[in-house]
C-alpha cells in the first residue's frame, strides 16, 4: 500500500513552511500591535461547544465536523473554527474575572472540516484570528476591522477589498427570518435538499447556499436592511463612520450573512484577488456576536471576532510575488576540507550557532564543489573554510556566497569577524531584527491620494511589536 495523506490533508514543508511561518509571525506582531494576547486552545472540544456554539443550522455544525467518541465514549470534534473554543476557554476560566477587560485574544493553529476539497479549501487548515469580549461598541467592532486589514497590509497586500453588512439584533433577524421563511416557502420545491432542511432551522442559511440555482432565487429574496431595527442601525452607521474618519474602504454587501449562527449586528469578509485575477475565496471573515458567551454558560457579555486562513493568505502571497525575497537560507555553511578537520568544524559550527548564526556543516568529508552546491541550496549567505593548515593557524576561509568576496579570519574574534562581515554585507538588519529586504516589511510613506492611507500600509512594525526577536541574538 502506498501511504498517502489523508485526501484534503496536506503536508507543510520547504518554502511554504517558511513562508506560512512568516505569515502567521506577522499576523501575531499585528494583534500584539493592536494589545491582543494569544490563546491557545485544545484542537479537540466535547462535541456540544461546537453544536451549541457554532450552532446547529450552520453547515459546518449540520455536515462538516470531525467527530467521534473517545476511549471513554464521550463525543468529541476536532475544533472546525475557533471562536467557540475560545469562548469556552474564557467561560471555563472565568477569564472574565480573571483578566483585564474587555478580553482580547489572538488564536493561530489548525481547524479541520469535511468540505470538498478545491483550490483554497483543505480539510486540515490553519486560522489565525482575534476574539474581543466584554465591550458593546461599534469602536470595538472598527478596530477588529482594521486590525485584519491592518495584518493583509503588513504582509505586503496592496488591493483588499472589504464587504461589510449588518444583520442586526436579535428582533431585527426575528422579523428577518419570518420574512424569508415567507418568501423561500414558495420557492422551495425548486431547490436543493439542504435548502429544505436550512428552510426548517434557519431561513438565513440559504442565502449562504452554494448551489447556483438556489443562489439565483436568493437574489430576489428581502434584504435585511428593509427589517432592522433602529438601533441596529445606529449602530452599523457609528462603526461606518469610524471606518470613513479612518479612511477604510468597504463595500456595503447586503447578501452578507456569514454561515454560522452565533453572529449578530456587524459582519464582514476581506476579499483579494490574485494579479492573474485567480480567487482564493475570503481571506478573511469575522463579526460581532451576541448571545454566545451565554450560550456556553458565562456572563452576557458580547464579542467580536474575525478569522484568517492562513493557506489562502499565503496561496495569494505566493502567487502575486510577495514571498520572492522572504529569506528562508542559513547564514553560514562551514566546510571541512579533508577527514581530519570534521571534528574541529562539527565543534566549530557548534561554537558559530552559539553566537546566534544559523549554520550547518556536512558530517562526512565531500568534495569542495558538492559543499558549494549543497550550501546554495540552503541559501547560505557565508561559507566558512577550514582545512588542516587553516586549524593550525587559528584562522577560517570566510566567503561571501552572493559577492564571492573572500577574506581570511581569525578563529579566536570569530564573533567580532562573523558580526564585521555580516554587517558589511547586510548593513539594513538592524538590532530589532527587521531585514527591511524581507517581504512587506519595507516601509514605504503612504500615498497622500490614497483613501486608505490612514492605515500603515506594509509599514514595518519590528520596533512596535518584537518582530523577529530569534534575528537579534547574535547579530550585531
Ligand atoms: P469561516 O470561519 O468559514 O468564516 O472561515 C474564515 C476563514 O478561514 C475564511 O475566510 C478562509 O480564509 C479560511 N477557511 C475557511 N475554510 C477553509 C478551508 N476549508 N480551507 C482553507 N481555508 C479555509
Not at 578537520?341 to 546566534?356: H, I, S, W
Amino acid at each position: 500500500m502506498d501511504y498517502v495523506s489523508v485526501k484534503g490533508m496536506h503536508d507543510i514543508y520547504g518554502n511554504e513552511a517558511a513562508g506560512m511561518a512568516y505569515v502567521a509571525s506577522i499576523l501575531k506582531a499585528t494583534a500584539e500591535l493592536y494589545a491582543y494576547r494569544e490563546i491557545v486552545p485544545p484542537v479537540l472540544e466535547y462535541t456540544e461547544v461546537f453544536s451549541r456554539g457554532t450552532g446547529e443550522s450552520s453547515d459546518i455544525v449540520r455536515k462538516e465536523m470531525y467527530t467521534f467518541n473517545d476511549k471513554g465514549d464521550r463525543s468529541v470534534t476536532l475544533r472546525p473554527e475557533f471562536t467557540a473554543g475560545v469562548v469556552r476557554a474564557v467561560v471555563s476560566n472565568k477569564m472574565y474575572a480573571t483578566e483585564e477587560m474587555p478580553l482580547k485574544l489572538y488564536y493561530c493553529g489548525p481547524a479541520f472540516r469535511y468540505e470538498r476539497p478545491q483550490l483554497g479549501r483543505y480539510r486540515q487548515f490553519n486560522q489565525f484570528g482575534v476574539e474581543e469580549i466584554g465591550q458593546d461598541s461599534a469602536r470595538v467592532d472598527a478596530e477588529c476591522i482594521i486590525m485584519a486589514m491592518q495584518g493583509l497590509y503588513m504582509l505586503g497586500f496592496k488591493k483588499l477589498s472589504l464587504k461589510i453588512n449588518t444583520i442586526g439584533d436579535e428582533e431585527t433577524r426575528a422579523k428577518y427570518r419570518e420574512a424569508l421563511k415567507t418568501y423561500f416557502a414558495g420557492h422551495i420545491d425548486e431547490m436543493c435538499d439542504d435548502c429544505h432542511e436550512r428552510l426548517k432551522l434557519n431561513p438565513m442559511r440559504i442565502l449562504d447556499c452554494k448551489v447556483e440555482r438556489d443562489q439565483k432565487i436568493a437574489e430576489g429574496a428581502p434584504k435585511i436592511k428593509d427589517y432592522l431595527s433602529e438601533a441596529s442601525e445606529k449602530r452599523f452607521y457609528e462603526t461606518l463612520s469610524i471606518l470613513n474618519d479612518l479612511g477604510v474602504e468597504y463595500e456595503l454587501d447586503d447578501s452578507l450573512v456569514r454561515g454560522l449562527d452565533y453572529y449578530s449586528e456587524v459582519v464582514f469578509e476581506v476579499h483579494a484577488l490574485a494579479k492573474d485575477g485567480t480567487d482564493y475565496g475570503a481571506l478573511c471573515g469575522g463579526g460581532h456576536y451576541g448571545g454566545l458567551v451565554k450560550e456556553l454558560g458565562g456572563p452576557d457579555l458580547v464579542g467580536v471576532g474575525f478569522a484568517m486562513g492562513l493557506e489562502r493568505v499565503y496561496g495569494l502571497m505566493e502567487k502575486d510575488g510577495l514571498l520572492a525575497n522572504l529569506d528562508t537560507g542559513i547564514d553560514l555553511y562551514v566546510m571541512p576540507v579533508g577527514e581530519n578537520v570534521l571534528n574541529d568544524v562539527f565543534t566549530l559550527t557548534e561554537e558559530v550557532r552559539q553566537l546566534g548564526y544559523s549554520a550547518d556543516t556536512p558530517l562526512a568529508a565531500l568534495k569542495m564543489g558538492t559543499m558549494f552546491k549543497k550550501a546554495e541550496r540552503r541559501g547560505a549567505k557565508f561559507a566558512l573554510i577550514l582545512g588542516e593548515d587553516e586549524l593550525n593557524k587559528g584562522v577560517a576561509q570566510l566567503k561571501n556566497l552572493k559577492t564571492k568576496e573572500q577574506s581570511e579570519i581569525s578563529l579566536k574574534d570569530l564573533g567580532e569577524e562573523l558580526d564585521k562581515a555580516f554587517d558589511k554585507a547586510y548593513p539594513n538588519e538592524d538590532d530589532d531584527g527587521c531585514g527591511t529586504e524581507e517581504p512587506g516589511k519595507a516601509t514605504e510613506a503612504p500615498d497622500p491620494e490614497d483613501p486608505e492611507a490612514g492605515l500603515m500600509k506594509e509599514g514595518c512594525a519590528c520596533s512596535d511589536a518584537d518582530f523577529g526577536k530569534e534575528e537579534e541574538k547574535g547579530k550585531k
